[in-house]
């Protein structure tokens, strides 16, 4: 409208919904993730057009000529948990910007928004190409030059197993599991995958409704054959339990429960996350899932102003049909209440999620342990929240905020709604930082560091590939920020696990006399560097039955309480960084037996020891 407000009405509930805009000439602007619950209304706020970005580069072909009329597309950076980008633009769940190539190979993508891209390039031919990068305001981001190489490929079938063809099955091939080729099926179920390097590929075909079918090929092979089983169907009407009346919006999410294969149960999960439950909109409350491989079934429902529903043990048979299934959803219990600070204010934004067993993490590892999970609520300017409608029975609630400790609540559904819930989040603070080695550099990834408080309350995590670390809703108080040194670990455990206040203490002493005590203060960040010391270049060959050997040794101190595995490469040899003093280091014989050898590492800058064995 005029005042730039606007509205969309009647949204369908779902998860990480996002509202972009666009004027030109500004760029898109995108909002934050957004989930949508039933009968909640969102108000996002204002989305502030700004200064576009624009994105220029050059196609060749395998050659090195110029490539024209190449489709090139750019979105928003695709994520997903399995880190997999299909190298063509028509597999992309939105885009930005197109263009195609001109004459001399060069494009030009006017109207980005600011930020990570993802560009996906296709030629006629079926050359394709995909890479991510970040484009910005100022000025034009180049992509540089890139080359369509590759000329081998894989071609085969994709059938049912009564032998006809599936039309439209797509078709994934490639070196890079972030970059893979991809077609779909010809009317006759054949398909031809190029542009492929030289190599034993992987594959994997998707037929919408089915499991992913995973596989291998050499390029070259023209007779790859896929065959899926033919597929039953279930369909049948969701209503109220009370009274019989069709509910008329709901979602179904199909979940094979006889997967014996890890594999299997895997990319079911992955698949599930991604794809989302079926959407329904039926008068009469039906449904029909049309497309399910042989095997046994749960059925998860999902209403507006319903708890959801697990509905177990349906057998579907391919080429049979399970039919006049009715589901019955049962009025749920409405759970409200209020988050506060423990002084009494309310605590705005802080997210509640549902746990059907308790969880006996808080701060940052139960805030970790939420990181994929759906909050069921969000906190209103005042503090409160209500939770869609609840299954009678005992739930368990965890609420996170970055300036307060997370924690979990327990609540009693089973007589009805719950009102006036008060929940008090204890105060807390930031912790960041930088972590360095003994000359100065940043460490790297694998290294770690704690967080330890008197009365044994620990957090303890990786830095980050630049050396840095942070630790959101932390505890107030005093505490120890360390580097984790394996000639800590004694002391460290006896802090978190003695059951001793006195000895708790004493051990915290003993740490905090060498390491130092900090404070943290609520709502505020502390701010850190912490130098590491020298540490040992320990290096040798693993030598069994006189030839050195691809394995591994573990290297742990000789009471147990710290370990790590080592492992050698195709020659033998290995290398770690660690601390100077005693070790026992497990050595493997060609016939898998280990012994122990104990060794002393001294200190000094590196350390070379071979291992022999049988």
């Keep these: 409208g005029p005042d730039g407000r606007f509205a969309f009405r009647d949204v ?62 750019a979105a928003w950076e695709i994520e997903n948990d399995i880190n997999v980008v299909l190298a063509d633009p028509a597999t992309m769940p939105e885009i930005e910007v197109e263009a195609q190539t001109e004459s001399d190979g060069t494009f030009r993508l006017v109207g980005l928004e600011p930020g990570s891209k993802t560009v996906a390039m296709k030629a006629p031919g079926g050359a394709s190409a995909v890479f991510s990068l970040v484009v910005t305001a100022e000025g034009e981001t180049s992509a540089g030059e890139t080359r369509l190489t590759g000329d081998h490929a894989i071609a085969g079938k994709v059938t049912w197993s009564d032998g006809s063809a599936i039309a439209g099955a797509r078709v994934f091939a490639g070196p890079d599991t972030d970059a893979l080729r991809t077609t779909e099926t010809a009317a006759d179920g054949t398909f031809r995958l190029g542009w492929l390097p030289q190599g034993d590929l992987p594959v994997g075909v998707v037929v919408e409704g089915l499991p992913v079918d995973l596989g291998q090929a050499e390029t070259g092979t023209d007779d790859y054959e896929v065959v899926f089983p033919v597929p039953g169907r279930i369909a049948g009407r969701v209503v109220h339990e009370a009274t019989g009346e069709p509910v008329s919006r709901f979602a179904i999410s199909p979940q094979r429960t006889d997967l014996a294969d890890y594999d299997q149960r895997f990319v079911q999960m992955i698949m599930l996350k991604t794809l989302g439950p079926t959407p329904f909109d039926s008068e009469d409350g039906s449904f029909l899932l049309p497309r399910l491989a042989p095997g046994t079934y749960l059925l998860e429902i999902t209403a507006p102003g319903f708890p959801k529903v697990r509905k177990t043990e349906f057998v579907v048979v391919g080429g049979e049909a399970l039919e006049d299934v009715v589901i019955e959803l049962p009025r749920g219990n409405i759970c409200r209440g209020r988050v506060l600070r423990a002084g009494g204010d309310p605590l705005p934004n802080a997210r509640v999620f549902v746990l059907q067993k308790a969880n006996a993490a808080r701060g940052p590892d139960l805030e970790r ?12 300017a005042d503090g409160t929240f209500t939770l869609p409608p609840q299954a009678p029975g005992k739930i368990h609630l965890a609420v996170v905020h970055e300036h307060a400790v997370a924690t979990t609540h327990a609540v009693d559904l089973k007589a009805g709604d719950v009102s006036g819930l008060e929940l008090l989040m204890p105060a807390a603070g930031t912790i960041e930082g930088l972590l360095l080695d003994d000359v100065g550099r940043p460490a790297s990834a694998d290294e770690r560091f704690y967080v330890l408080y008197p009365d044994g309350t620990h957090y303890n995590q990786s830095v980050e590939d630049d050396g840095r670390f942070r630790l959101t809703g932390v505890p107030v108080g005093s505490c120890i920020v360390r580097w984790v040194s394996v000639r800590d670990i004694r002391r460290y455990l006896r802090v978190t696990q003695a059951g001793d206040p006195d000895a708790k203490r004493a051990a915290y002493d003993e740490i905090r006399e060498e390491a130092g005590e900090h404070y943290v203060r609520d709502g505020e960040t502390l701010k850190l560097t912490l130098d590491m010391p020298r540490r040992v270049r320990f290096s040798g060959d693993l030598v069994v039955g006189g030839q050195r050997i691809e394995a591994g040794l573990w290297v742990s101190l000789p009471a147990g309480e710290w370990g790590k595995w080592v492992s050698t490469d195709d020659v033998g040899h290995f290398e770690l960084e660690i601390e100077s003093g005693t070790y026992n280091v497990w050595i493997p014989d060609s016939e898998g037996t280990w012994v122990k050898e104990e060794i002393e590492i001294p200190d000094q800058r590196e350390f070379s020891r071979d291992f022999e064995r049988p």
Excluded at 47 to 64: E, I, K, S
């Design 12 to 73: 369908t509930p779902n998860t990480k919904y996002v509202v972009r805009a666009r004027l030109e000439p500004h760029a898109h602007v995108a909002s934050d993730k957004l989930d949508q619950r039933g009968r909640e209304a969102i108000d996002r706020g204002d989305l502030a057009l700004g200064p576009a970005g624009v994105l220029t580069g050059r196609v060749l072909d395998a050659q090195g000529k110029p490539a024209a009329g190449v489709r090139v597309a």
């Design 369 to 380: 342990a939420m990181d994929d999970r759906e909050a069921a609520a969000t906190t209103e």
